[in-house]
């Protein structure tokens, strides 16, 4: 299997350089978590876009359908930030034919105590065995894009 991964920010992604106020979105981490976790297969990351996903337009959101559409791969795999993840992926919903994820971390991967790792895992999961559609893979689950929501309050996604 091969996969394809597009990042496009988020706070997997996040670089501070004080006490958890100011950040830069750097260069993606899928790469190297990847590599850490010795993974048997074929895959490719692009960087798409470097912003945190509340900053994210329609602009940006037709940008990364347009790059999903086009992908000769049929396993996708986006990391993204949480808080919109759901609003992209509504905008991927017509894409056909190719088994979609995404997920991302509430904190980001260059930390101690981070859930990217595991998510990112998950999401893997998610496209060896989910059928063609888009997905969030997060908080342990797979979700169907258009049955999630973020539960702020908690820090998870949950079922809607």
Same mark, same amino acid.
């Given at each position: 299997?091969?996969?394809?991964?597009?990042?496009?920010? /988020?706070?997997?992604?996040?670089?501070?350089?004080?006490?958890?106020?100011?950040?830069?979105? /750097?260069?993606? #981490?899928?790469?190297?978590?990847?590599?850490?976790?010795?993974?048997?297969? &074929?895959?490719?990351?692009?960087? $798409?876009?470097? &912003?945190? *996903?509340?900053?994210?337009?329609? =602009? =940006?959101? @037709?940008?990364?359908? @347009?790059?999903?559409? !086009?992908?000769?791969? @049929?396993?996708? $795999?986006?990391?993204?930030?949480? @808080?919109? #993840?759901?609003?992209?992926? !509504?905008? $991927? !919903?017509?894409?056909?034919?190719?088994?979609?994820?995404?997920? /991302?971390? #509430?904190? +980001?991967?260059?930390?101690? =105590?981070?859930?990217?790792?595991?998510?990112?895992?998950? !999401?893997?999961?998610? $496209?060896?065995?989910?059928? +063609?559609?888009?997905?969030?893979?997060? *908080?342990?689950?797979?979700?169907?894009?258009? /049955?999630?929501? &973020?539960?702020?309050?908690?820090?998870?996604?949950?079922?809607?």
């Amino acid at each position: 299997m091969f996969i394809q991964i597009f990042s496009v920010g /988020g706070t997997i992604d996040k670089v501070y350089f004080d006490a958890l106020s100011e950040f830069q979105i /750097g260069e993606p #981490m899928a790469d190297e978590l990847l590599r850490q976790g010795r993974v048997g297969f &074929k895959y490719h990351v692009e960087s $798409l876009l470097r &912003k945190d *996903s509340l900053e994210l337009t329609d =602009d =940006d959101r @037709d940008l990364i359908r @347009d790059r999903v559409a !086009a992908c000769t791969a @049929d396993h996708i $795999l986006i990391t993204h930030g949480t @808080d919109t #993840m759901t609003v992209t992926a !509504a905008a $991927l !919903a017509d894409v056909q034919e190719k088994v979609i994820v995404l997920t /991302g971390a #509430m904190q +980001p991967a260059r930390f101690r =105590d981070t859930d990217a790792l595991f998510n990112l895992g998950l !999401a893997i999961g998610a $496209l060896n065995c989910c059928q +063609p559609g888009v997905w969030i893979a997060m *908080s342990g689950r797979v979700f169907a894009a258009d /049955g999630v929501r &973020k539960n702020r309050l908690a820090g998870r996604f949950e079922a809607h």
